[in-house]
């Protein structure tokens, strides 16, 4: 079956950084645009990257442009998200998403599990 596995949480104090990752295993990789979800305690889930599938430009949430970079790895089927300069209001869970982008899978949705990650002196 198909899994996202999220990796790389954690505390970290303000203006550090964390490497969030996530693994993809039982889809095909390169058919699907991979995103990074974020949700806070008390608000809705909102997206902070999409890496296209085929090339093309990341899109970035603009709370976090210029601080995170998400990218991937077709040969490993992983995604990842650099955040630097993070701030307490980074804090949220994190989720991995994949979303069909072929004539096969068009529109197939998983979420991964979700990473906790907490800024805070």
């Known amino acids: 079956q198909v899994q996202l596995v999220e990796s790389g949480g954690g505390l970290v104090q303000p203006g550090g950084s964390l490497i969030l990752s996530c693994e993809a295993s039982?889809?095909?990789?390169?058919?699907?645009?991979m995103s990074w979800y974020r949700q806070a305690p008390g608000k809705e889930r909102e997206l902070v990257a999409r890496?296209?599938?085929?090339?093309?430009?990341?899109d970035y949430a603009d709370s976090v442009k210029g601080r995170f970079t998400a990218s991937r790895d077709n040969a490993r089927n992983t995604v990842s998200l650099s955040m630097n300069s993070l701030k307490p209001e980074d804090t949220a869970v994190y989720y991995c998403?994949?979303?069909?982008?072929?004539?096969?899978?068009?529109?197939?949705?998983?979420w991964g599990q979700g990473t906790q990650v907490t800024v805070s002196s």
């Open positions: 039982g889809l095909a990789f390169n058919y699907y645009v």
């Open positions: 998403y994949a979303v069909g982008d072929s004539s096969l899978d068009f529109g197939r949705e998983y």
């Open positions: 890496v296209p599938n085929w090339g093309g430009s990341t």
